[in-house]
Nanobody
Framework: VQLQASGGGSVQPGDSLRLSCEAS????????MSWFRQAPGMEREFVAA??????????YYSEEVKGRFTISRDSAKNVLYLQMNSLKFEDTAVYYC???????????????????WGQGTEVTVSS
């Protein structure tokens, strides 16, 4: 399995970015997927997740990004997205996409819930 994250960049507060995570070796819709982020000196933290299609495809978010970020996937392109709006300074981090081979009942918000990771794409929010 290979996950390739892209779309990061340097933006100003209030701007938007869309991150992409292209997958090879797996059909994304069959797996629960996520976005995590890691700021310098901090632990990797949960941002958003989308359940596998077979479990309804529901999405859920951390409180810090709820209402501003949207996770989605394009099954035809086999790509996971994270639309980030109204970006804040505190959103600065390296963003990672994750794939969980095993589905779990309940929220999958821990890094250990995911088996495969993309290489990360850096988002910097500054004025």
């Amino acid at each position: 399995v290979q996950l390739q994250a892209s779309g990061g960049g340097s933006v100003q507060p209030g701007d938007s970015l869309r991150l992409s995570c292209e997958a090879s070796g797996r059909t994304l819709s069959r797996y629960s997927m996520s976005w995590f982020r890691q700021a310098p000196g901090m632990e990797r933290e949960f941002v958003a997740a989308i359940r596998r299609s077979g479990s309804g495809g529901a999405t859920y978010y951390s409180e810090e990004v709820k209402g501003r970020f949207t996770i989605s996937r394009d099954s035809a392109k086999n790509v996971l997205y994270l639309q980030m709006n109204s970006l804040k300074f505190e959103d600065t981090a390296v963003y990672y996409c994750g794939l969980a081979e095993r589905h779990k009942v309940g929220l999958m918000t821990r890094p250990g819930d995911y088996n495969y990771w993309g290489q990360g794409t850096e988002v910097t929010v500054s004025s």
